[in-house]
């Protein structure tokens, strides 16, 4: 079993940055997966990045090149550290861990076992 905690949304101007982190205990979570997800209102929960654990990642188009994800295994936690944000960066961004092995397209939602209670970013123009 394995809880996850984000931390770290806030409302941003556009063009602005902000680190989300995304704090796991239980067993250890360096033999997961880890992924960040989406949810902007009325639309589907979707992929932003993943990072297997052999360390292949995935982003997702729209944030290629703004968005980068990291690990700390001491702390047990994983970061978002996303720049330039837009206004439609907005949403809840959620957290998840697997024992996922690498495929693309990447796990979809509901393949992921565990999850946090996600976290709000708001983009201002």
Known sequence: QVQ?????????QDG???RLSCAANGRTFDTYAMGWFRQAPGKDR???V???T???IYYADSVKGRFTISRDN???TVYLQMNSLKPEDTAVYYCAAGPLMYRTPPPKD???PYW????QVTVSS
């Open 50 to 52: 993943v990072r297997w």
């Open 16 to 18: 602005g940055s902000l």
């Open 54 to 56: 052999g360390g292949i």
């Open 116 to 119: 946090g209670q996600g976290t």
């Open 4 to 12: 996850l905690a984000e931390s770290g949304g806030r409302l941003v």
């Open 110 to 112: 509901h393949q992921w």
């Open 74 to 76: 001491a702390k047990s």
């Open 46 to 48: 979707d992929v932003v």
